[in-house]
């Protein structure tokens, strides 16, 4: 009994110091419920109180950082294999996923405007290489037949972008036209981070007829997968 006694003692002296309920158990042996009796009239001074509450949202902290890390490790996990299920890319395997990138991504000719060249917009820097290298290869476009406009809003800064596209493509700055585009009222909008980098517009000069060819191309997919 006097064993009890001073185990419930400094239980509640350990409470008063602002120990968590886990934290007293290593130091006391008794059960849960027990210690929930001994403790349940124990107060506690504000300190003690923010003690717990730090250790308390620290672990909460390092739990979150556990499922980030899994979270990153899985992620990892998964895209090594993908990458391992594409083999080399042949012609026209680069061909054909060329003509589906301009089928989602490129303007296409109107019946109301005639004579439309070929024009893509994306502002992701891998697809936009890609498409300029299918460019180059389909139809021997060289960088003085292509026009390199960015489109961003107002409020970012367009001359650290002009330079951050000027070396993904290669080009001088003064080869990328700025359009500044105006925000709305009440508009949110979020992309505004420090990576965001604005829309990359490639123009291709006189190619109203080879626009007019991947339309072509596009609907001869359409035909061939639906037989």
């Known amino acids: ?14 409470r008063k110091l602002g120990y968590s309920y886990s934290e007293i158990l290593k130091e006391v042996f008794v059960s849960k ?8 009239s124990v107060g506690m001074a504000k300190k003690q109180k923010q003690r717990i509450t730090e250790k308390r949202i620290t672990a909460s902290l390092k739990g ?23 083999e080399k890319i042949n012609q026209r395997d680069l061909w054909l996923i060329g003509i589906s990138l301009y089928w989602a991504e490129g303007s296409k000719e ?3 405007k005639p004579g439309s060249g070929i024009i893509f917009n994306n502002s992701d820097p891998k ?9 180059k290869t389909f139809f021997s476009a060289n960088n003085s037949d292509i026009i390199y406009e960015l489109y961003i809003h107002e409020t970012a800064n367009y001359e650290k972008s002009q330079i951050y596209w000027s070396n993904i493509l290669l080009i001088p700055v003064e080869k990328i036209k700025v359009y500044l585009k105006k925000n709305k ?3 949110n909008r979020k992309n505004t981070q420090e990576n965001y980098n604005g829309l990359i517009r490639i123009k291709l000069v006189k190619s109203s007829s080879m626009n007019r060819k991947i339309t072509g191309w596009i609907e001869g997919i359409c035909e061939k997968s639906l037989i």
């Not at 064993?3 to 509640?12: D, F, G, M, S, T």
């Not at 419920?33 to 349940?40: E, N, Q």
């Open 1 to 14: 009994m006097i064993l009890k006694q001073q185990e419930k003692e400094k239980a509640i002296k350990l």
């Open 64 to 86: 979150a950082q556990i499922k980030k890390d899994q979270r990153i490790a899985k992620t990892k996990a998964i895209k090594d294999a993908a990458k391992k299920e594409i």
């Open 33 to 40: 419920s027990t210690l929930s009796l001994w403790l349940r």
């Open 185 to 187: 009222i009440n508009t």
């Open 127 to 135: 697809m936009v290489l890609f498409f300029l290298k299918w460019l």
């Open 110 to 112: 109107k019946e109301y």
